[in-house]
């Protein structure tokens, strides 16, 4: 059960102004809780107080920065259960996905409390040339100062641990803007950070809406801006942005090829999460899947069979596979672009039906390539089939999208595996593997549509972080 209501967190500090903010339990549509929303002014201030925190941020001793994310990740151990319960209430994420959401924020936590100790530097001989003797360099990192997070709603405590975990490990303070769908996670990981001796500005969580988000993005004390979510309004606020650097964690209709020689159980036992894990609310979901024409029969009902098998249901229910998508209005969307693609071709398998949130695990085959459930990004639980008969042609149709975020391969064979990872226009190439596969501190990101630079702690640190370098001459 969720807290009667939550305040935010501003400077440190939790507030409650109002109760303004309703968050609903996804499968009963019931209010769960009430959260205080912030106004643009409380935004404003939170800039004010980050910026002024910039320095003593900057001076914590790398154990400092240690402590604080070992603290968090004691206290996330200690109250698992309590974070996965609320996941599952203000998500409508199954309660065993849940619980393993949980997992991920605190090894994403812990690997910043490790990495906290190692931001290293190098020692750069400059006697390249006569007029460079004498001369040698050094360079270290920097925190870049003040960060202005925005997180989406389907990973509401992961996706805000990937921001707000290398920031503290970096020495950035911070300004956190949760979904306004599930910002409950985001509140709790601010009411542990709030037990710690951060810096007064450390760090602000502030539920807001979309209008009040201005000072974030455009104000030039925030020297960073990160944003996981939708291209239309990522690409937007880059555009207002300014000077500031900008990360852009975005979307995708990411693909998967199984080739000829692929262990079909195994790779079918693979597609069937990666499709509908999270109800298909990820921007790494599988898609788009091309089979190649030697096996496509027998995978197709091998999908088949298997995603007929999957729960879906009450997520509160330890055998739920899948709940609901994050709205009625999203399970409509899904349900007329099903049926578009059927009405142009397209032949449904299995699924295409939706009892309010609740939308069906679906399969479809020859879905022309124009239609929205291939070309755009489905976000729920909804893939389609194609077969080839070239795996050059297949890779020439995973690129065949404006997204690339990352690919999945079917394949024992070494060179084909390797040409994949070569000629794919996406982040990250998965081999034996599917797409929406994921752990924490490896490079994450996209190309074109989906996105601008890295996460996974290390690579985020580094983008948080500058340059300095010194050079010393020796008369």
Request: net charge negative; proline share 5%; glycine share 8%.
């Amino acid at each position: 059960m969720l807290a009667k209501s939550y305040p935010y967190y501003l400077a440190n500090r939790p507030e409650a102004p109002n109760q303004a903010l309703e968050v609903r339990d996804k499968f009963t549509g019931e209010v769960a809780t009430r959260v205080a929303l912030a106004d643009a002014a409380t935004v404003l201030r939170a800039v004010e107080r980050a910026a002024q925190a910039a320095e003593p941020m900057r001076r914590l001793a790398a154990y400092e920065r240690r402590d604080v994310l070992q603290h968090c990740v004691r206290r996330f151990e200690e109250r698992a259960e309590e974070l996965a319960q609320g996941l599952c209430i203000e998500a409508g994420k199954p309660i065993k996905d849940s619980r393993g959401e949980v997992t991920r924020l605190i090894d994403t936590f812990r690997i910043a409390a490790e990495e906290s100790v190692r931001q290293h530097g190098e020692v750069m001989p400059l006697d390249i040339a006569p007029r460079a003797r004498n001369y040698t360099g050094m360079w270290k990192r920097v925190p870049i100062g003040p960060c202005g997070f925005i997180t989406p709603f389907n990973f509401p405590l992961n996706l805000a641990a990937h921001k707000i975990a290398p920031a503290l490990a970096a020495g950035c303070p911070f300004v956190l803007k949760p979904a306004s769908w599930t910002p409950v996670g985001a509140l709790l990981i601010g009411e542990i950070l709030a037990e710690t001796n951060l810096p007064e500005g450390a760090f602000s969580i502030l539920p807001c809406r979309s209008q009040d988000v201005a000072a974030l993005v455009a104000d030039d004390r925030i020297k960073l801006l990160s944003f996981t979510g939708s291209p239309d309004v990522g690409w937007a606020l880059k555009a207002r942005a300014g000077k500031k650097r900008v990360l852009l964690e975005l979307g995708g209709n990411a693909a998967v090829v199984v080739d000829e020689d692929a262990d079909l159980d195994d790779a079918v036992q693979r597609i069937v999460f990666g499709a509908f894990y999270q109800s298909g609310q990820s921007c790494i979901s599988v898609q788009r899947i091309f089979g190649h024409e030697r096996i496509y029969d027998a995978l197709r009902d091998k999908l088949v069979e298997a995603t007929r098998k999957l729960v879906v249901g009450d997520p509160k229910d330890e055998l739920t596979c899948r709940g609901p998508v994050i709205s009625e209005e999203d399970a409509r969307r899904l349900e007329d672009w099903v049926s578009a693609a059927v009405a142009r071709g397209g032949r449904l398998l299995c699924g295409g039906s939706r009892r309010g949130a609740l939308f069906e695990a679906t399969l479809l085959e020859d879905v022309p390539r124009t239609e929205s459930l291939c070309a755009d990004e489905a976000f729920g639980p909804v893939a389609v089939l194609s077969r080839f008969t070239d795996f050059d042609a297949a890779l020439d149709a995973v690129n065949d999208s404006v997204y690339g975020l990352q690919a999945g391969i079917f394949t024992r064979d070494l060179y084909k595996a390797m040409r994949a990872w070569d000629r794919l226009e996406v982040g990250g190439v998965m081999i034996g593997e599917v797409p929406s596969w994921r752990v924490d501190h490896m490079p994450y990101g996209g190309v074109k549509e989906s996105g601008l630079g890295r996460e996974g702690i290390r690579f985020a640190m580094e983008e948080m972080t500058e340059i300095r370098l010194l050079v010393v001459r020796t008369p």
